[in-house]
């Protein structure tokens, strides 16, 4: 099996081995595709250890560019306003996207073809129609396409994981809650050019609904490893009209290369695909205020 190119599975999971043999391998070629993700300083503002060498970054606005640039040294060569261009004269082997979730479909339709893996940032798409469209590419020319989540990191996710799935510890699953949520993105400092499309209900897909419906379904998704809710219920509700006009700022939703990406696991396209179905059904949910059964 061709090996993974996708940097963050190399540093981020907390489960790895503190003591494992240094990994030999040459650094993987990285590029980014978009610039406006607040985690980009997971990339950018990472101390070089050795594990990836990035080659480019891409964003189609000078402005957002010109910010980027400033804030972490970027010399001028490594600066692209076209992506094909970028990916044609860099050669990555993987590209992290750090645009708006709109803009996941362009990134692999652009990588995809040339057999560049890809991680995006949550969720994987704003929709079915998108993520069914990046599924077919990612199979079809035989990538990986992995979905990051800060919860993934979490050392309690993949004990719980574990406990479930693997120890026997809890017994038979019958019911999860999951509460995910912060002030706002306002109010906790986002920067203006991350505002700009995450508080955009066409470039994020909408408000709280996607932004934290997606922890708890990628979460349930992996416990049941892939099980199919038989319907969807949501509530959303505005509180803060004057920060937030165009998306909701609150949401509660029901749900009933070398390394091996486990079907259904959290970083997976089977559980990513999921998870967007079940954002899908929670959106109309919660614009008819009725459960959505799912076929």
């Not at 970027?74 to 750090?98: C, K, R």
């Amino acid at each position: 099996m061709k090996q993974i190119a996708l940097f963050f599975l190399l540093f981020f999971v907390m489960s790895h081995s503190a003591n494992a043999a240094p990994n030999k391998q040459e650094p993987i070629r990285l590029a980014v595709a978009g610039m406006s993700h607040g985690h980009i300083s997971f990339i950018l503002d990472r101390p070089d250890n050795g594990n990836f060498k990035l080659v480019g970054v891409y964003d189609s606005s000078r402005t957002v560019t010109q910010k980027r640039a400033g804030q972490y040294d970027l010399s001028d060569d490594m600066i692209y306003h076209n992506l094909e261009v970028m990916l044609d004269e860099t050669q990555p082997e993987a590209v992290a996207a750090f645009g708006s979730i709109h803009a996941h479909l362009a990134v692999v339709e652009a990588c995809a073809p040339r057999g560049i893996d890809v991680m995006v940032e949550k969720p994987l798409a704003v929709s079915m129609k998108h993520a069914r469209r990046m599924e077919k590419l990612a199979k079809k020319h035989d990538i990986h396409l992995l979905t990051n989540y800060e919860t993934s990191w979490y050392p309690t996710t993949v004990k719980s994981l574990n406990m479930v799935q693997e120890d026997n510890f809890t017994g038979q699953l019958r019911k999860a809650v999951f509460h995910h949520g912060h002030r706002g993105p306002v109010e906790i400092g986002c920067s203006q050019i991350f505002l700009e499309w995450l508080t955009d209900p066409v470039l994020n897909g909408g408000g709280a609904i996607i932004d934290f419906g997606c922890y708890g379904a990628n979460i349930m998704t992996a416990l049941t490893k892939g099980k199919k809710p038989v319907s969807i219920t949501a509530v959303t509700r505005h509180y803060k009209p004057e920060i937030y006009p165009e998306v909701d700022d609150e949401a509660t939703i029901v749900i009933n290369g070398k390394i091996q990406v486990d079907p259904y696991g959290l970083y997976s396209l089977e559980n990513n695909l999921r998870v967007v179905e079940i954002l899908d059904a929670a959106r109309q949910s919660a614009e008819k205020g009725e459960t959505v059964y799912l076929r």
